[in-house]
């Protein structure tokens, strides 16, 4: 952690029973997940029969190519949009509505213009009607984690997309959640600051084990970050192949160069070029139709 | 824009001050040659008082009649405020329901968007018959014209709301009041203020038509007293004088509006935010 200081651990104020206890009862079950959308005369078949299992503290990165359905396979597990068929269950519970114990960062930052950053993350425990005031501090400190310290006081629209997009991380993060689904966090960010962020989240993520979701379209960043990464197929989009990691934590920024980062990061490549979702330009056009 | 983000909220505010200052003398400036060359213009082809009166004239006899306008103006004044805080508050809830309930939405939706093409002044002669001479059909008028405006507008920024901020409420399992208060109420303010802001320029308008049409007091009815009577230079008096209510009216809600969503009023200033001083 860039200042020294630590805002989640066992003396934390909003994690609810001490750092590991809240982590159980978060496994992710989903089982033969569709997902049809129907608008009109047309019809978009977004996911087709999805099978997945992410054990409680597990990390685990989706990568696949856009439109392939991520952000739906997000949603249906976060209990925001119906399955079609197929069922997700969390910690053993079938989930049908909204699932609430949990943190999201959408693929947009969504904050509210009209509230300050402070107020912004503190929306999220407002929300669940927690206004111990130690979320202040709580949030301060997280906001100082990802280079937002003295920005506390700035509303969204003086702040750049990718400063948007970190308020809306610490704002999944304030309440502790046990289980952190993130669609395409990073998206929105410089090169050197997606770095530096990926390695702060891995720390977090160290020291509170919460169970995570973490969508990406960038096979390096996956591989950094994940037990495993979920490889999908195009549109409609399948569980194409599952790819465990095995790369020693923390993964500094020296991971990139260890064998065991390039072995899976050369699969997953070989996996999208099979599928006609990258080519090389020597061969000439071979775009899959989509 | 940078330059705002950069400078402390104190600067913001004096730098605020004096672009409001340089608005307001351009404005008084065009003013002054507005009157000046009217005064010279009257005076130089010798145009008849009871043709056009020369601004000098309109003010002399004003200063003499002023108490007699200031009573009217009062009566006109009671109806427009009176008119314009009932629909105000009836709209708004009525932009709530209809925004949250599908069966409102079915049965008042079309029927407010048909009331709306009606021409409503056109109604006016109507609400004598029923209500007399009185003070409840300008009031009627006033509150007709407001209405519309703000329950359009208010359904709108009920409505608007985006679909993912709905499933960011959702997942912290917040309820209904909980996410209208904290989200939806909010999200709708700059757009109920842009309704607010017609209705206000629309409702000075309604109480003087509803004043032409009928009555024994008000501005509308000093104005017509005064052109039957040919005293031209008080027509124009009673004009500016009306002119004046409508401009606090608006100005009021505009102040409401800063005080209530400063954060909206804020990030307009460096655009198109003095464009209506
Ligand atoms: N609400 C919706 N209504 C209709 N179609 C939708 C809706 N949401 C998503 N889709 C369709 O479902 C498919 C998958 O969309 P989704 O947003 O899940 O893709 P994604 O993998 O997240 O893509 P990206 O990487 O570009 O964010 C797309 O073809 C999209 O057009
Ligand atoms: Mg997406």
Redesign the interface.
């Known amino acids: 952690m860039r200042h020294g200081e630590h805002p989640s651990g066992a003396a934390d104020p909003a994690a609810p029973d001490g750092p590991s206890a809240g982590r159980v009862g978060t496994e992710i079950r989903v089982s033969a997940l569709s997902k049809v959308f129907r608008g009109g005369q047309s019809e978009t078949r977004a996911l087709d029969l999805v099978d997945l299992e992410i054990g409680a503290g597990e990390f685990t990165a989706i990568v696949g190519p856009s439109g392939c359905g991520k952000s739906t396979l997000m949603r249906l597990i976060a209990g925001l949009l119906p399955a079609t068929t197929g069922e997700v269950s969390i910690g053993g519970q079938d989930v049908s509505g909204p699932h609430t114990n949990l943190g999201i960062v959408f693929q947009k930052p969504i904050l509210l213009e009209w509230r300050n950053v402070l107020k912004n993350v503190l929306l999220q425990t407002e929300m669940r009607h927690r206004n111990d005031p130690d979320l202040v501090d709580r949030a301060r400190a997280l906001l100082a984690v990802v280079g937002l310290a003295g920005f506390e006081d700035r509303y969204p629209h003086e702040l750049s997309g990718g400063m948007q997009q970190r308020v809306a991380i610490v704002r999944a993060l304030i309440h502790d959640p046990p289980l952190l689904l993130m669609d395409e966090p990073f998206g929105a960010l410089d090169a050197l600051t997606r770095e530096q962020m990926r390695i702060d989240l891995e720390e977090l993520w160290l020291a509170s084990r919460q169970t995570v979701v973490f969508i990406t379209h960038s096979i390096d960043e996956a591989v950094l970050l994940a037990d495993r990464v979920v490889v999908m197929s195009p549109r409609p989009g399948r569980v194409e192949r599952i790819v465990d990691i095995d790369l020693p934590r923390p993964r500094g920024l020296a991971a990139r160069k260890h064998p065991r980062f390039t072995e899976p990061v050369d699969m997953i490549t070989e996996i999208f070029l099979a599928r006609g979702v990258l080519h090389s330009g020597r061969q000439g056009p071979k775009l899959a139709a989509t | 824009m940078t330059a705002a983000?950069d400078t402390p909220a104190a600067w913001g505010g004096v730098r605020r001050l004096l672009v409001w200052v340089t608005g307001v003398r351009y404005i008084l400036v065009s003013f002054i040659v507005l009157f000046v060359v009217w005064e010279i213009g009257v005076r130089v082809f010798a145009v008849p008082t009871y043709l056009l009166p020369p601004p000098s004239l309109v003010w002399l006899e004003f200063t003499e009649r002023w108490l007699h306008v200031l009573k009217h103006t009062w009566v006109t004044a009671e109806e427009i405020v009176v008119g314009y805080v009932i629909a105000v508050v009836v709209s708004i809830p009525m932009a709530i329901a209809i925004a949250y309930s599908r069966v409102v939405e079915r049965t008042a939706y079309p029927l407010i968007v048909f009331l709306q093409i009606v021409p409503k002044i056109a109604i006016a002669p109507l609400f004598i018959i029923w209500f007399g001479f009185g003070f409840t059909p300008k009031l009627l008028l006033v509150f007709l014209l407001s209405f519309f405006p703000i329950v359009v507008a208010s359904i709108a920024g009920f409505k608007s709301i985006?679909e993912?901020?709905m499933?960011?409420?959702?997942?912290?399992?917040?309820g209904t009041w909980?996410?209208f208060r904290?989200?939806r109420l909010?999200?709708a303010?700059p757009s109920i203020f842009t309704g607010l802001k017609v209705a206000a320029a629309l409702s000075s308008t309604a109480a003087v038509v509803a004043e032409f049409v009928a009555s024994d007091k008000g501005l509308g009815y000093l104005l017509l007293q005064y052109n039957g009577d040919l005293q031209t230079p008080m027509v124009f008096a009673t004009i500016i004088v009306l002119s004046i209510v409508g401009l606090i009216v608006y100005y009021a809600v505009e102040l409401i509006e800063r005080l209530v969503?400063p954060?909206?009023v804020s990030?307009r200033v460096d655009g198109a935010g003095m464009g209506m001083v």
């Open positions: 983000a985006d993912e901020t499933e960011l409420a959702r997942s912290t399992g917040a909980m996410i904290k989200i909010p999200h303010m969503i954060w909206h990030q």
